[in-house]
């Protein structure tokens, strides 16, 4: 596990919220951006605060039954393929930033 607030520069990020009743990988919207994305500032600090709040709320066995769940993968660099560090977070167990995020990206930070 990293430390609290430690996000690399180069950080990217993927975030899904997936399961439900139906298991349908078209279904599945992913948002994808990175630090650089984020205004230097509150946008940044709101980001790695909302990254230490889904590791204190990630479970290794998400969306049990028909409940849905984030999966937020963490990347290094340019290597999109194999995450550094990935957390699932039950949809009722997740922060409303985080859904918030999910809906409307990265200018959800601001509010």
């Known amino acids: 596990m990293a430390k609290p607030g ?3 520069p180069d950080s990217r990020f993927r975030l899904t919220r997936e399961g ?3 298991a349908a990988p078209g279904l599945m919207r992913a948002r994808e951006f990175a630090w650089g994305d984020c205004q230097p500032g509150r946008q940044q ?3 790695a605060e909302l ?3 889904a590791r204190e709320r990630a479970t290794a066995r998400p969306g049990r039954g028909d409940q849905r769940f984030f999966r937020l993968e963490l990347f290094a660099g340019d290597d999109l393929t194999t995450p550094t560090e990935q957390l699932t977070i039950d949809e009722t167990d997740a922060p409303p930033r985080l ?3 999910w809906e409307h990206g990265i200018p959800s930070l601001d509010g």
Do not use: E, N
């Open 99 to 101: 859904v918030a995020l």
């Open 51 to 53: 990254v230490d709040v």
């Open 20 to 22: 439900g009743l139906v």
């Open 45 to 47: 600090q709101r980001l």
């Open 6 to 8: 430690a996000l690399p």
